[in-house]
């Protein structure tokens, strides 16, 4: 399952003066080029998300940065690799109260081919409470959208190769978003988000079945592409747009949902009034408040009032107690008392002495493995302005995107291409063009009900997930190019908690050599141990497919598994 976070200026002055309070001036000459986001402070090995998402609504409010990321591309203004996913919708939410889109088909996904965006969206209209009269408008508006984007896409090779369209199902009730799920699957989509859950409640097994919960739409809409997949041997992903709730991954897991997106964790981190700070204990606790004094780099002067120097003053004495306290020579009584009364200067009123107290003792920030604890130290407990806050934000998405694999571990499941192929002319996504062979269908049937990520190795095309649309041609393994996979799939691979390859000759031996040189965790077959012939062959490949589907049954946790699945 696939952790996407939205894209919304998440930003900060990698070289910020947190003792003086000073942006660089790297930052005062262009923070756009010169902040750092999120994989900027944790480095792409390390970082807690596996894409971003980017909404139209959200970098329009901003004519030079839209400007720029039609001019750049949207990988090189996120300073992302082009390996790195980035997904692109419309941000149904900034025109909910609009009688339709504010945007046209054609125009979105030139948008996305122009932009580089790996994943497009189709324009979807929400069907809110406020415009419950107008529910089913809006559900058909979505779907119309829909189909008019995928036989855009289908019309030119330059669409089918450079993005892939997520069609969105909107409705009001499980029968609704089953509907639209369908239609969807009918006019040809594998991919499907689900929009309009972000406020809705998770819901429970006690609740009617055809009530609007996270976990109801989820099941009935899973249900309906369960059914299209028997039937057709395809098979389909489904994102889940602005939901994170950790409590309910495995039954998300469990119901077919591939990839998800929500900044919540981040947010929480200056939009919680108490629980600020995610500690890798498992606890949450308070950031301690030491809002600025002065207006120089924030909003206005605190209550509107002018900056005395006692306020300074005891400003000053709140922020050197903390620091004291973090060096061990300031005891936790002190260092509170020197925050409330700066507190009731500014006429703070929220009671949260006991929280600091809980904070202060327990050192969370002591404790935490990841970059920003490491680096700011104390500071990351402390809220105050965006360089602290938006840090202690990621400290928040570090936490969550732990606890997040701990739940639901990245499994990637792929084999070598087969000579034998689909010669039609033209694009076809991967599986396709390869199920013509006997063998990569034993392989293929094996794989596409499994809660995995699925993909196919190609000297021709490297290393391609099952839906890539390619071309035509023959996968014939050359020993002079295989070897030059080995950079490209520690690229790709090393992100995965555990990894499968099943095949034969020189696609075994460049994966045997990648294990051996990485140390990731990739379980090959066919296995000389499972054999009981002299040589691995295209009959043990065969015979040792029941092994290959138990051995990732057996590492997908048994509370994300579809009751489908069993050893």
Not at 37 to 56: A, M, Q, T
Not at 266 to 271: E, F, G, H, S
Request: contains cysteine.
């Amino acid at each position: 399952m696939k952790y996407f976070i939205p894209e919304w200026d998440d930003r900060v002055d990698p070289k910020y003066d947190f003792i003086n309070d000073l942006h660089s001036a790297e930052h005062n000459e262009n923070p756009f080029e010169n902040d750092a986001y999120i994989w900027d402070i944790f480095g792409l090995e390390n970082v807690p998300i596996d894409g971003v998402l980017v909404s139209r609504m959200k970098i329009v409010e901003n004519k030079s940065k839209f400007q720029q990321i039609l001019e750049t591309g949207i990988h090189e203004f996120l300073h992302l690799p082009k390996a790195f996913e980035v997904m692109g919708d419309c941000g149904a939410w900034g025109y909910a109260d609009q009688e339709e889109p504010p945007f046209k088909t054609k125009e979105i996904l030139d948008y996305y081919i122009k932009c580089g965006f790996d994943y497009g969206v189709s324009i979807d209209h929400l069907v809110v409470p406020a415009y419950r009269e107008h529910k089913e408008k809006r559900w058909k508006i979505t779907l119309d959208n829909a189909r008019e984007m995928f036989e855009l896409w289908q019309s030119k090779d330059e669409y089918l190769q450079s993005v892939r369209i997520i069609g969105v199902a909107q409705g009001w009730d499980v029968d609704s978003y089953k509907r639209a799920v369908k239609e969807l699957l009918r006019i040809g989509y594998d991919y499907i988000g689900l929009g309009g859950l972000a406020k809705a409640p998770t819901g429970s097994e006690s609740e009617k079945k055809e009530t609007k919960t996270l976990l109801n739409v989820v099941e009935g809409t899973w249900l309906t592409a369960r059914k299209w997949t028997n039937e057709t041997g395809r098979r389909i992903d489904f994102h889940i747009f602005g939901v994170a709730r950790l409590q309910v991954i495995s039954e998300l897991m469990k119901y077919g949902v591939t990839s998800f997106d929500s900044a919540s964790f981040l947010r929480r981190a200056w939009l919680s009034a108490r629980n600020n700070y995610f500690g890798v204990d498992g606890e949450n606790y308070s950031a301690i408040r030491i809002p600025q004094a002065s207006a120089t780099t924030g909003r206005s002067p605190i209550k509107k009032n002018m900056v005395t120097a006692k306020l300074t003053e005891l400003e000053r004495n709140a922020l050197s107690a903390m620091r004291s306290f973090d060096q061990g020579r300031r005891p936790t009584d002190e260092v509170v008392r020197a925050v409330l009364e700066y507190d009731r200067a500014i006429g703070e009123r929220r009671d949260l002495e006991k929280y600091y107290k809980e904070t202060l003792n327990n050192m969370p920030w002591k404790k935490c493995p990841c970059t920003i604890c490491k680096e700011i130290g104390i500071d990351v407990i402390i809220f105050r302005g965006n360089n602290r806050n938006r840090r202690r934000g990621f400290h928040n998405t570090f936490v969550f995107y732990k606890k997040l694999r701990e739940v639901s571990p990245r499994i990637f499941v792929f084999t070598g291409c087969i000579r034998i192929t689909d010669e039609r002319s033209g694009l076809l996504p991967a599986f396709q063009r390869y199920l013509s062979s006997s063998v990569f269908k034993i392989f293929w049937d094996n794989v596409l009900d499994l809660p995995v990520e699925v993909g196919v190795l190609s000297p021709k095309f490297g290393l391609v997930d099952w839906n890539k649309t390619i071309p035509s041609g023959h996968c014939a393994e050359r020993e002079s190019e295989l070897p030059f996979f080995i950079e490209e799939l520690k690229e790709k691979l090393n992100r995965y908690d555990k990894i499968f390859f099943i095949g034969l000759g020189l696609y075994k031996d460049v994966i045997s050599k990648l294990k051996e040189e990485t140390g990731l965790s990739i379980e090959l077959f066919p296995k000389t141990e499972l054999t009981e012939g002299e040589k691995l062959d295209i009959l043990e490949y065969t015979k040792q497919m029941k092994d290959f589907r138990k051995a990732i049954i057996s590492a997908i946790p048994e509370k994300c598994r579809p009751q489908s699945l069993s050893i």
